[in-house]
């Protein structure tokens, strides 16, 4: 369970909490563009554990989705 | 009081764009600074997203925070994902950034820094991100649909049919023409070689490493991924330092070409994800980091620009490509103003993720800002160059002569100095035999990312890293799009053909997946191969195929969005698509013509069959006959196409004006968000 930021935050400077969220916003930009995201979410929709056969299953799944998206000029 | 600040706000920071506009435009004789042409850019950014984005997004659009995006009423936590407004935009900015923005500019010029820059900062404004932003907004508004649906619903039959043939088109052509930048960066260069081919096991390695050691962990593997990559670029230098070990990597354009082949169908025909999922997460790792790198290079280092603002081939004589300014510098640039491909991208996972209407205008206006400011930086990378450099590097031996004595002669008797010694020596410091006739533009952005680079960070001792480094970036970056595009087009091809015979249309019968693989790789194979050779080093000719072939993308998605605006009731605002689209029409109709039927051989694909022709007949030059009216064919019917789908617009909003024809948008019913507190 990750804390509320805005009560996280408290009692630090502003330009910490700022960088902070500005972290977290990379991190959440990397995890999403590099299906981490995506991942997890296939593991919370099916009740199921990181494992090799969890991974092929949502590479399976995605196989589609993944092999019909151009990338751009 | 905060009312009256913010207007001061505004009005300094127009005030201070045009002051950089001015500079950089009306500057002559007399080197600038890049710093002039990045707050020319910004500026320009900052006042069009506040201003014109907003006034789109308000009056033309009418954006609604209220309506639930597919995002939230489809929810499936697969492809339809209510996401953050700044992870979308990172997502998007991440699809849509490709090679085009950097090769364009880089090619462009060659007619000085000012039209292309112009371009880049107003195309992108009034153009390309208003087209990104309106296509995303109407895909929102239509279950995430993609454009050829979109074409086909509010336009008509011609229209879905026609946006169809366009986009494998330009795949088609797009891949041509990154596989000879590829090729000509990389002839001769056992280093680039070497450390290209070293991508794809490492690729492999990651596939593998992925799947059964550390399963789902993308960003750990491409971190390892990268630093196997820069321990390949090092290896490399060993390697090209070996004689026994350079000969094996040392290659001609041809047998590259045929390697590239080869690998664009083992890629679309190998699992996903083996190597074209593992090369595209490595891929967009590098790519994000050096293009953030340039941007600090850049800033840090404040370079200087050698080129001067207009050069002596605004008049259509220019070594790179030929043609004036109207049309070809805009067809030249293409992606870094306005790419039809985002269109694409904007009708495909954005939408889907989207979680509130109004966040449309960040991603799709934003993201695109964000991409014609690589192109500025792309602009700059290669106005760095001293001019005579920059000419030597992008010049094709059919232009200025292969012996390096010749060209440079060549190139100093246009004004422009330089010596074969220059640029032996500067051969030398990036690891190279030569860089006479490197053309693509690859090379000569390389060239000038290296000296970014290493004037901030190294010195000259790493020159050569740097420029390998470049290289193999833009190489990486080329080869994901196309053994993605190779495998998008078949699955294309797969489907229109499953019309006529059912089982081709099956997407995992491996008999359908080789044949329809082989048929995508022969179709951009051919163009790559007449590109190697062309005496005329292949870009005069593919690069503004793959120009118009972009813009009129283009065409057909601002058509679609004209269209709907139209539809919607609000023809008095349908000038933010119809003028940009009525521009791109002009320009890429009359390069068209006059890559058809322009009676100078350099421009007009005609002409020069014509001139071939006239010499004593041979195997070769049938061949290069042959591609010449190949060319002229692919041009009219992508013209013929694009003509179509306008006819076929222009009556359907004679009609709705006229009330002769109904006026509704296939939009999907209005729901109420759960997510409108937060706006």
């Known amino acids: 369970m990750r804390t509320d930021p805005k009560i996280r935050g408290r009692g630090r400077p502003r330009y910490t909490n700022w960088l902070r969220e500005l972290a977290d916003v990379f991190v959440r930009v990397i995890r999403e563009i590099f299906d981490e995201s995506a991942y997890a979410r296939f593991l919370s929709r099916t009740q199921t554990q990181s494992s090799p056969q969890a991974y092929a299953a949502f590479r399976r799944e995605n196989e589609s989705l993944k092999a019909r998206r151009p990338r751009c000029c | 009081m905060a009312k009256f600040l913010r207007i001061l706000l505004w009005l300094c920071i127009a005030a201070l764009g045009a002051l950089a506009l001015a500079t950089i435009a009306l500057h002559r004789g007399e080197q600038i600074n890049a710093m002039w042409l990045v707050l020319a850019a910004f500026c320009t950014y900052a006042l069009g997203y506040r201003f014109y984005s907003r006034f789109i997004a308000a009056k033309v659009l009418g954006l609604d925070g209220q309506r639930a995006t597919p995002a939230e009423r489809l929810e499936n936590s697969r492809d339809f994902v209510p996401t953050n407004k700044w992870v979308v935009f990172g997502h998007h900015f991440a699809a849509i950034a490709g090679p ?39 895909s929102v508004r239509r279950d995430g649909k993609s454009l050829t649906e979109m074409a086909r619903q509010e336009v008509g039959r011609v229209g879905g049919f026609v946006a169809y043939v366009a986009i494998l088109s330009i795949i088609v052509i797009l891949l041509g023409a990154g596989a000879l930048i590829v090729v000509n960066a990389l002839k001769a260069s056992p280093w680039g070689v070497f450390t290209i081919a070293m991508t794809i096991p490492i690729a492999l390695l990651m596939g593998v490493y992925l799947r059964s050691i550390r399963p789902g962990k993308v960003f750990e593997s491409s971190v390892l991924g990268f630093v196997l990559v820069m321990l390949a670029i090092w290896g490399g230098q060993w390697v090209s330092q070996t004689p026994s070990l350079a000969r094996w990597f040392t290659l001609a354009a041809p047998t590259l070409a045929i390697a590239i082949m080869l690998y664009g169908f083992a890629a679309s025909a190998l699992p996903v994800w083996l190597l074209l999922a593992p090369r595209d997460y490595l891929s967009t790792f590098v790519k994000l980091g050096t293009i953030g790198l340039l941007a600090v290079g850049i800033l840090a280092l404040r370079p200087t620009l050698h080129m001067p603002a207009l050069t002596r081939f605004v008049d259509g004589s220019g070594p790179v490509f030929a043609g004036k300014i109207f049309p070809f510098a805009f067809i030249t640039i293409a992606c870094g103003a306005v790419s039809g491909f985002h269109s694409l991208i904007s009708s495909g996972t954005t939408p889907k993720m989207i979680r509130r209407e109004p966040e449309t205008r960040m991603v799709g206006y934003g993201a695109m800002m964000a991409e014609s400011m690589v192109a500025v930086m792309a602009m700059i990378a290669a106005c760095v160059l001293q001019p005579g450099t920059y000419f030597a590097i992008n010049s094709p031996a059919g232009v200025v002569g292969a012996a390096p004595e010749t060209a440079a002669a060549t190139i100093s008797s246009w004004g422009f100095p330089v010596t074969a010694e220059g640029m032996h020596a500067i051969a030398q410091s990036v690891g190279e035999q030569t860089l006479f006739n490197r053309t693509g533009g690859a090379p000569a952005f390389a060239v000038g990312m290296a000296h970014i680079f290493s004037s901030s960070l190294g010195g000259q001792a790493v020159m050569a890293i740097w420029y390998h480094f470049a290289i193999m970036f833009e190489a990486l970056f080329i080869l994901t799009t196309l053994d993605a595009g190779t495998r998008v087009g078949r699955f294309m091809i797969q489907e229109a053909l499953g019309h006529l015979w059912k089982p081709i249309g099956r997407t995992s019968w491996y008999p359908s997946i080789l044949a329809t693989s082989g048929l995508m790789v022969a179709a951009w194979g051919c163009f790559l191969w007449q590109g190697v050779k062309d005496p005329l080093g292949g870009i005069n000719s593919l690069w503004p195929l793959f120009g118009i072939s972009n813009q009129l993308l283009a065409t057909v998605a601002l058509c679609v969005a004209t269209t709907i605006i139209v539809k919607m009731g609000r023809a008095r605002l349908a000038a933010v698509t119809l003028v940009p689209l009525l521009w791109l029409v002009a320009v890429t109709f009359t390069a068209s013509w006059h890559k058809m039927f322009d009676p100078n051989p350099r421009i007009g694909f005609l002409a020069h069959a014509r001139m071939l022709a006239s010499l004593p007949p041979s195997h070769e030059l049938a061949h290069l006959i042959f591609n010449d009216r190949l060319d002229a064919l692919v041009t009219g019917i992508l013209m013929t196409l694009v003509a179509l789908i306008l006819v076929e617009s222009l009556f359907l909003w004679i009609g709705v004006l006229a009330g002769r024809k109904e006026a509704a948008v296939k939009e999907s019913p209005f729901v109420l968000t759960r997510f409108a507190e937060e706006g």
């Open chain 2, 100 to 138: 085009g923005p950097l090769i364009g500019p880089v090619l462009a010029a060659q007619l000085g820094y000012l039209p292309g820059t112009l371009w880049i900062l107003l195309g992108a404004v009034f153009a390309g991100c208003v087209q990104d932003f309106v296509i995303l907004l109407f």
